[in-house]
């Protein structure tokens, strides 16, 4: 069975700084994806970025990228430039191909301070 | 476009009874999905509805059951409700569902069982 673990449950940035999320994951599969989401206090969950694991390249989304290691089974949200706007829980969840069955992580609570 | 609606927002209900949520999918979506989300085990999938059809499950109790509509609009119940099915209940349509396209969450239905 997949696993998503997030091993940060709180963290804290000022604004304007960078901070990186981590996130692991364990699979047999070799065809899959990874995302981030976001879920702001009292707020709908939002996708922020998404990544096809047959694809090598980091994919990044304005301010927001990820750092891919597929053979460490690690997938890494970095957030640049943060915002006040970017306080919120931040998921990481794995999908496996051809299912719609998101797998969640606990879940970072971030805050940005001014 | 109109995003993801679910009705009701709030809901509360005694122990022992049931109660069904609803769930209308943006336009021209045809994928629903299914989460529960509580503070102690987190997010979890439920199921998934493609074009009528539950197209994956996950790993809750035949007291959890749904339906999709042809219109693509779902409803999730639960019958005999026990303290322990408090949370928020979040649904997320897709396009076409699968990992392909984006899932779109919904504000989620907050259910209170006393």
């Known amino acids: 069975a997949q696993t998503v673990t997030q091993s940060q449950p709180e963290m804290s940035v000022q604004e304007a700084e960078t901070v990186t999320l981590s996130c692991t994951y364990d699979?047999?599969?070799?065809?899959?994806?990874l995302f981030w989401y976001k879920q702001p206090p009292s707020r709908q969950m939002i996708l922020v970025i998404r990544?096809?694991?047959?694809?090598?390249q980091n994919a990044t989304e304005n301010r927001f990228s990820v750092n891919f290691q597929k053979a460490a089974k690690s997938f890494s949200l970095k957030i640049s430039d943060s915002q006040l706007g970017d306080t919120a829980m931040y998921f990481c969840?794995?999908?496996?191909?051809?299912?719609?069955?998101?797998?969640f992580g606990t879940g970072t609570r971030l805050q940005v301070f001014p | 476009k109109a995003g993801v609606t679910q009705t009701p927002r709030y809901l509360i209900k005694t122990r022992g009874q049931q109660v069904t949520l609803s769930c209308s999918p943006i336009s021209g979506h045809r994928s629903v999905s299914w989460y529960q989300q509580t503070p102690g085990q987190g997010l979890q999938f439920l199921f998934e509805?493609?074009?009528?059809?539950?197209?994956n499950k996950g790993n809750f109790p035949g007291r959890f059951s749904g339906r999709q509509f042809s219109n693509s609009r779902s409803e999730m119940n639960v019958s005999t409700l026990e303290l322990g099915d408090s949370a928020l209940y979040l649904c997320a349509s897709s396009l076409e569902g699968q990992g392909l396209y984006e899932q779109y969450f919904g504000p989620g239905t907050r259910l209170t069982v006393t």
């Open positions: 969840a794995f999908m496996g191909y051809n299912t719609d069955k998101l797998i």
């Open positions: 699979t047999s599969e070799n065809n899959y994806y």
């Open positions: 509805y493609f074009s009528e059809t539950q197209r």
């Open positions: 990544q096809e694991a047959y694809k090598q």
